[in-house]
Structure formats: C-alpha cells, structure tokens
C-alpha cells in the first residue's frame, strides 16, 4: 500500500482566486491521479499525472481550470483557478494500479 | 445513463444482519472490480478487488462479480456499527493503455448499522 498526504486538509476561499493542492506519496508512483467528490456525489476523475510529461485530462475537465504539476515521482499539485461556488468539493490524489487504488484524506474546499 | 449504477440508499440494517450491496455496469470493458469503504470527511479505503467471476472472501467481506449479467456485489457478515459508512464500487477498463489506473466509481451507498 501506499501512504498519500495532502494539504491543505480543507480551506475556503474567495471567487475568482486559486487554490493548490500538494499530494506527497511515500513511494515512487509512475502515475498519480486527481478526483474530484462533489457534495453528495461520486468520484469523478479529473487528470492523470505523470512524471515528465503533460497532465492528460479527463473529459469535462481542462488545463486552465485545473493545472497540474508532477515535478517527481512522489509529488504532484493540482490548482483550482477562478474558483467560483460551483468548485466546492473534495479533492483527493490517487496512486495506484487496475486492481488497487489508494486515496489521499482529501481536501475539502469551500468557495464563497 | 451512467456507465456505473450503484443505488444510493440510505440502507438501515441492525448489528449482526447480512448487507448486500451493488452495482451494475453497461460497459463489457470494464475488467476489473473494486470495493471502497468511506467514512466521513475521509478519503476512500480499498477493502477488496477482483478481476474474475465469481466469489472472493475476505474475512467478513465477500465480493461477487457476475461479468455475464455485468452486476457485481459486496456482501458483509455479521454486521457491526464501525461498518456504518459509504460504500463505493470502483472498476477499471481493459488490461492497460491509457485506461490503466483510472477508476469509475458508482454513487456509493451510505450504509448505517445500528447496535
């Protein structure tokens, strides 16, 4: 298994700002994954990360919305840009395989 | 329609019944099957995968998948309180490409048991 941290935990912000999400991993992970968990939903992936190469996005969601970075092989942000009401959610970093996945806690945010 | 459909419950059960709970799947990509357990304000916590049809037990935890009938489930023995959670279904297409890792989640079942 795999331990992943994330911070910040949770955070509220203001319309319009950014916000980054750090995900550190314990091990060495080719791939690193972000989801997002609306209030009441599932989880929906967002982007895979890898290390050298550009973030792949998920249908629905784009780079300018969402950056990533993946600087190495434990460690990857994701930003939320021009936060509006409508990106609260929880955000949560994955690393795993196809027959095991592991999660960060998450982060909780809350746009005002 | 969703690729993953998985009835949200709520389900209420007493300590010591039998939980089944479910999912289904329209697409015959989708390989390999997993189970997660969250509780609240945490992230999700893998209790079981599989990848074949048929039954694979884990203590008090059985995790069925019928590929034929696309419907997979979980069962949980001998309920207890500390089960009371979310649970989510999880499945992943295909053996690699650009499918690898990526997980598709159901709506997950928010499950109370009471003592």
């Known amino acids: 298994s795999a331990v992943i941290s994330q911070k910040p935990s949770r955070d509220i912000c203001q319309r319009g700002t950014s916000l980054t999400i750090q995900c550190q991993v314990d091990?060495?992970?080719?791939?690193m994954f972000w989801y997002r968990q609306q209030p009441g939903q599932s989880l929906t992936l967002i982007a895979t990360?890898?290390?050298?190469?550009?973030?792949?996005?998920e249908s629905g969601f784009v780079i300018d919305k969402f950056p990533i970075s993946r600087p190495n092989l434990t460690f990857s942000t994701l930003t939320v840009s021009n936060m509006s009401p409508e990106d609260s959610s929880i955000y949560l970093c994955?690393?795993?395989?196809?027959?095991?996945?592991?999660f960060g806690q998450g982060t909780r945010l809350t746009v005002v | 329609q969703k690729e993953v459909e998985q009835d949200p419950g709520p389900l209420s059960v007493p300590e010591g019944a039998i939980v089944s709970l479910n999912c289904t799947y329209s697409n015959s990509a989708f390989q390999y099957f997993m189970w997660y357990r969250q509780y609240s304000r945490k992230g999700p916590e893998l209790l079981m995968y599989?990848?074949?049809?048929g039954n694979k037990e884990d203590g008090r935890f059985t995790a069925q998948v019928d590929k034929s009938s696309k419907y997979i489930s979980l069962f949980i023995r001998d309920s207890q309180p500390s089960d009371s959670a979310t649970y989510l279904c999880a499945l992943v297409k295909g053996a690699g490409g650009t499918s690898y890792g990526k997980l598709t989640f159901g709506q997950g079942t928010i499950l109370t048991v009471h003592p």
């Open positions: 091990s060495q992970v080719t791939m």
């Open positions: 994955s690393v795993g395989g196809n027959t095991e996945a592991f």
């Open positions: 990360a890898n290390q050298g190469s550009e973030a792949t996005y």
């Open positions: 599989t990848y074949s049809s």
